[in-house]
């Protein structure tokens, strides 16, 4: 008699370099408004396809905390109507020398090393507006982007353009950037691509450099004002899909925590969320920390 037994392993969760992320942020308390953003991350210059020459200028340029090309509304104080390229830095000799033209001249100094690359590797032709101190992090909420893009006493070297409309910025932007397997694959690129189609959406591209290598970021995100109370959060509506699937890049594995929903809300009340549209993970505890137990199930 021969017999055989299957053994069968659980597959073990893996994380990719490459990221998609649909956010919804209710902000009663400072804004007043709900923004919904869809972010698509990658370290990979494969996936994100940054020219070697300008990335290995921003690895190698000092303080620079970001290269940001935007089409957000007044992308800093003072500018109306146009598109943004951002070179931003953080020096705090330079600041705590309150010489406003020694910091003009030496910030533009590093944005003109930046600029050229950054205009040849976009086809942009952006040009100098002026040097920017952000010192309470007002830059972030202009743009809906973390601190680590431009955080407290940033200083942004201004380049200007034409500004173009969501759509065309982000068709022209992902194909430069992004192989066409990654467009082909779908997922919450399309989502962005739809957002991306709305006269108020925006579109912002950062380059940050981290401690490994280069973090690229390309968001589309929109803004809603609120006007009555919120008893209902509806993250689809918002996003303009009927549908949140996840991109077929990752059919090759078990890549759970690289398409992620989140949805957060600054509330002036005690709220308690009653429902939920979705299967919500277990978790458990490990090392004294609260980890999913489950991420087989899509929620």
Known sequence: FVGSIDTVFAQQPQLASYRETAQVLVDQKIQNQTTAFVTLTS?????????SDLAEKIRNTANLTSVVITNADTCVLGIKDQACVLVNMVQPSLL????????QSNARKVGDTLIGDTNKAFALNAEFNSVYINPKGELNAALGTS??????RTISVVYTLPKPDSSYLYDGLTSILIPKQIRDDGGFYDVARTMAQNANSTVTFAITPG?????????????????DKIDTIKPLELFGVNKLD???Y???????LNSIVEVVVLSNNDITVTDHGGNLAPTTIKNGQVVPADLTKAG
Not at 43 to 51: A, F, Q, W, Y
Not at 96 to 103: A, D, G, M, Q, V
Not at 147 to 152: F, R
Not at 213 to 225: D, N, S
């Open 250 to 256: 990752f059919n090759v594995g078990f890549f759970p």
């Open 211 to 227: 401690k490994a290598a280069l973090i690229y970021q390309l968001q589309v995100g929109r803004h809603f004002p609120i006007k």
């Open 147 to 152: 601190g680590v893009v431009s955080g407290n």
């Open 43 to 51: 370290t990979s210059p494969v996936e994100m396809r940054v020219p």
């Open 96 to 103: 705590e020398s309150y010489n406003i033209t020694e910091i």
């Open 246 to 248: 996840k991109s077929m």
